[in-house]
């Protein structure tokens, strides 16, 4: 500790506040003949009811009392006295840290009599080597009356430099995160929609990039760089919050959501927006499958979605179910829209690229969902021609059995029924079932004929397999024609 100075100039009148007694003691008693305590109190209210009439050249607030240092009724009682300085202190064990928030932070006995005299900082307060903590600057108020960082001995603001040093690490970081984002695999682009859809992504990747940078960036600097370093127990600096950085913080974001709003209602605009010579597809989505129609060219049912290469098409959607929305989505098209009970919904895609994509319901819709997926071919105009002739031609057994095979995976049959054999299905097995006889949980058996393969489908709740639950969607009659009816019982009695 170092010998406090000698007094001089005019006596000093001095008023202590702490909730301790000890504290209030040991100010009084370290003030010694340096000032006249006018008053030891425990709080602001003990401080009015005083009665002061003339304020004290000095207070001496108790810094680690949370309920002193939140307010200060100094300029509510002497609203006229412009030389009264607060004094806050913090005592703890036998160490003493003196925080004049509005002239000097300190760090001892020395430097609070220091302060009662009246020096200023810059000029005479230091802090002391041997015992204070190590400290690189203090703040001062500034005859602006602004608060700034001063270099110890430089009184230059230090704040550029950091300034400086935000700005490149946040540009650096903001470059890399988009280049990051922007090298995220994706799938290809494969209609006219995708082309807008990814410029506006991309539009998106650069702005989350910077935003991430800026929040990022800032704040791992200040982490490391603000950091409270080995010994330090000073009050950090004290804001009083900047007008000009929380208006550019409102606006800039405002602006930003702005002009994205005005970006994304101009491309939903053009994703949607009707074509000439659009092609209807029906699409009919149901748990858990798809199945399409071509009311244009009298194909109907179709499991497969087949479409001509550079053909607006205009699908016009609907879901079977009573109670489940699914969703319509090729990755390769990025446009998608729901499919939602009792309401049409409609999609329109131009498919650039030939080639074999894949339709993925979108929207979790039950334990058959991972399972509701659809070919999706894209093909030139001749080969779209001869598949639309194929799908009007009669079928053979064989085909009949074949297409039966599709239609177990792509009408659903596939979430519940195994052609394998094992047990623990949802649903009866598929292999051995024709010709087998089943039991019902009514006690009653009947032989796996074709009728009664087909009431199962239509009616799947007339006869309930033993040790099965009633689980079984029954909309088939809906979705199946006859053919594919035909198609996969003629499949089931291939499973033998
Ligand atoms: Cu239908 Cu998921």
Same mark, same amino acid.
């Given at each position: 500790?170092?010998?406090p +100075? ?5 006596p000093?009148?001095a ?7 000890l ?8 003030l ?11 709080? !602001?209210?003990e ?9 004290p *050249? ?5 810094h680690?009392s949370?309920? %002193? ?16 300085r ?11 840290t ?8 300190g ?20 802090v002391?080597?041997?015992t204070?903590?190590?400290?690189t ?11 700034e960082?001063m ?8 704040y550029?430099r ?23 695999p994706?799938f290809?682009?494969?209609s ?6 990814? !410029?506006l992504m991309n539009?998106?990747y ?5 935003l ?13 760089v603000?950091?409270?370093k ?11 919050? *900047? ?10 974001p405002l ?6 709003g ?6 939903l ?6 074509q ?11 748990s858990?499958? !798809?199945?399409f129609?071509y ?6 049912k ?9 053909q607006?098409? %205009?699908?016009?959607?609907?879901s ?8 319509f ?9 729901? %499919? ?12 650039n ?34 598949w ?31 052609v394998?054999?094992? +047990?623990?299905?949802?649903? +009866?097995?598929?292999?051995?079932l ?7 949980t ?7 004929d074709?009728?009664? %393969? ?14 099965y639950?009633?689980?079984?969607p ?6 199946l024609?006859?053919?594919?009816l ?11």
């Open positions: 500790m170092t010998n +100075p000698t007094p001089s100039g005019p000093q009148t008023l202590i506040v702490s909730a301790h007694p504290f209030r003691e040991g100010i009084a008693r370290l010694g003949g340096q000032a006249r305590v006018i008053g030891a109190v425990a709080s !602001w209210q401080v009015q009811s005083l009665g002061l009439s003339q304020a *050249n000095v207070i001496i607030v108790d680690g949370s309920d %002193l240092q939140e307010k200060d009724l100094t300029p509510l009682l002497w609203p006229d006295a412009d030389d009264l607060v004094i806050y202190v913090t005592l703890s064990g036998d160490k003493m003196v925080h004049e928030r509005h002239q000097v932070a760090a001892d006995e020395a430097d609070l009599l220091r302060a009662l005299k009246g020096e200023r900082p810059g000029a005479s307060v230091r002391p080597e041997a204070a903590a190590p400290q600057g203090y703040t001062v108020q500034s005859s602006q009356g602004r608060m960082r270099d110890k001995g430089t009184d230059k603001p230090k550029t950091h300034f400086i040093n935000v700005t490149v690490l946040v540009a650096v970081v903001a470059i890399l995160a988009v280049i990051g984002l922007l090298a995220v994706k290809p682009k494969a006219t929609q995708a082309l807008v859809v990814d !410029w539009l998106h650069g702005v989350i990039g910077i991430f940078a800026l929040v990022m960036g800032v704040m791992l600097y200040s982490l490391y603000f950091r409270r080995p010994g330090e127990e000073g009050d950090g600096d004290h804001f009083e919050g *900047n007008t000009k950085l929380e208006i550019t913080w409102t606006v800039v602006l930003t959501v702005l002009i994205f005005v970006i994304g209602a101009y491309t605009q053009e994703v949607t927006a009707a000439e010579d659009e092609m209807v597809v029906n699409v009919t989505a149901f858990f499958g !798809w199945q129609d009311p244009d060219l009298g194909v109907e179709s499991t497969t979605l087949n479409l001509p290469v550079n607006p098409v %205009l699908f016009k959607l609907r079977l179910d009573q109670d489940v929305i699914h969703d989505y090729v990755a390769e098209f990025r446009v998608k829209q729901d %499919l939602v009970p009792g309401v049409p919904t409609q999609l329109r895609v131009t498919p690229v030939e080639g074999r994509y894949k339709l993925r319901c979108n929207e979790l819709c039950g334990t058959g969902h991972t399972n509701m997926l659809a070919e999706v071919n894209v093909l030139n105009e001749s080969d779209f021609v001869a639309v002739a194929e799908q009007k031609a009669a079928v053979s057994p064989e085909q009949l059995a074949e297409l039966g095979a599709q239609l177990y995976t792509s009408q659903g049959c596939i979430a519940c029924h195994n394998s054999g094992d +047990p623990g299905g949802v649903g +009866p097995s598929w292999k051995g024709f010709g087998s006889t089943q039991q019902f009514d006690g009653s058996s009947a032989v796996a074709e009728a009664y %393969l087909r009431n199962s489908i239509l009616n799947p709740m007339s006869e309930i397999v033993a040790g639950a009633p689980v079984m029954q909309n088939y009659a809906d979705v024609s006859d053919e594919q035909n198609a996969i019982i003629e499949y089931i009695k291939t499973l033998q």
